[in-house]
């Protein structure tokens, strides 16, 4: 997974046949590089993406670029305010593209047929980042508009490569593409990969790569020590706040007190404790759909149970339980 020099080696997370590659690592160890230097090397026409409009406005100015640490002579040229080319000769022709993910529906209309690969580089925010709404829908048609009907035409599918570091575990894309809960397995376990080749996608974390037990040493990581910042940035851990009270429980010491969306709130018998996951036991009146006007009855009639989730007193038997709880009461 990593070259003699202890970076992330391309060549090999690219030999996997799944479309869409999720690679989750330490700060500086070569994702964008490495992206970068993999597409142009192959010969890849590529598009990079950004979360937001501001994020491509930055590195479309030379001193921020991404490219010029892999090549000195590639120019970034806007097409129009939403979409910027990236050229290699002041009047040729592009071979590369950039965009955000935030403004990518005012491009409908460009051809992106020659688009092969995808690299979605930062696409889990910063914790002070603003979230795009509806994130994660937004990068599904991100994707529909650049690939559109050739899997029909007989060729193959764009490829994705997206970039992150361990900011969030709970992101909009893992939250929409369901991989909060295989992401969650592989961290109690250890794992260093996933692969699901019905779905076509694989995730990496970049968790034991020679360059960040380099870093460690360095004066910054001694000055931060023991953080959630070092944990992040070294370890790949995401931050231990999300993982608090994450205990799965023995439902026969519980009854089911209120069905909301896609989660079932119980309450223990003889402790004032409660319980989240998704299986049902039992029948209660207290039921909500995930729509938006349930919801606003769900915080009204059961604000008590957001009182004891700032309290401690609700356990989860898995994060995503605990990442819905906290968005059907609207509060992530």
């Given at each position: 997974m ?59 100015n ?11 002579n ?5 097409i ?14 592009p ?46 048609n ?6 559109r ?8 599918a764009?490829?994705?490569l ?7 575990l ?25 692969k ?14 020679p ?10 990581y ?18 231990t ?29 003889s ?19 995930s729509?938006?006007?349930d919801l606003k ?5 059961m ?7 700032l309290?401690g ?14 968005r059907?009461?609207n509060?992530?």
């Amino acid at each position: 997974m990593y070259t003699e020099a202890g970076y992330i080696d391309f060549d090999y997370i690219m030999k996997d046949p799944n479309v869409f590659k999720f690679i989750i690592g330490g700060r500086g160890s070569g994702k964008t590089y490495g992206a970068i230097k993999w597409a142009l090397d192959n010969g890849k026409t590529m598009m990079f993406m950004r979360r937001t409009q501001t994020q491509i406005d930055l590195i479309r100015n030379d001193a921020f670029s991404p490219f010029a640490a892999v090549d000195k002579n590639i120019m970034v040229k806007s097409i129009n305010k939403n979409l910027a080319g990236l050229y290699r000769e002041e009047n040729g022709a592009p071979f590369g593209y950039m965009c955000a993910l935030s403004t990518i529906s005012n491009i409908r209309g460009f051809d992106a047929s020659e688009v092969d690969l995808i690299i979605y580089d930062e696409f889990i925010g910063e914790a002070h980042e603003r979230a795009i709404r509806h994130e994660g829908e937004a990068f599904l048609n991100a994707y529909e508009t650049i690939n559109r009907n050739r899997e029909l035409q007989g060729r193959p599918a764009v490829q994705v490569l997206a970039l992150a570091n361990s900011n969030q575990l709970a992101n909009p894309i893992f939250v929409e593409l369901n991989l909060v809960s295989p992401v969650e397995r592989m961290l109690k376990n250890g794992n260093v990969f996933y692969k699901n080749f019905q779905r076509n996608v694989s995730v990496y974390m970049v968790n034991h790569s020679p360059v960040l037990d380099q870093k460690e040493r360095t004066a910054l990581y001694q000055l931060s020590g023991d953080s959630d910042f070092s944990k992040m940035a070294l370890k790949n851990q995401f931050t231990t706040e999300e993982m608090d009270h994450i205990a799965p429980q023995d439902l026969r010491q519980y009854k089911l007190a209120c069905v909301v969306g896609e989660i079932c709130i119980y309450k223990h018998k003889s402790l004032k404790i409660y319980y989240v996951t998704d299986h049902r036991a039992g029948s209660t009146e207290n039921t909500y759909s995930s729509g938006q006007m349930d919801l606003k009855r769900f915080r009204r009639d059961m604000y008590h149970f957001w009182l004891a989730y700032l309290n401690g007193k609700i356990l989860f038997e898995s994060y995503i339980f605990k990442v819905l709880f906290e968005r059907y009461f609207n509060i992530s």
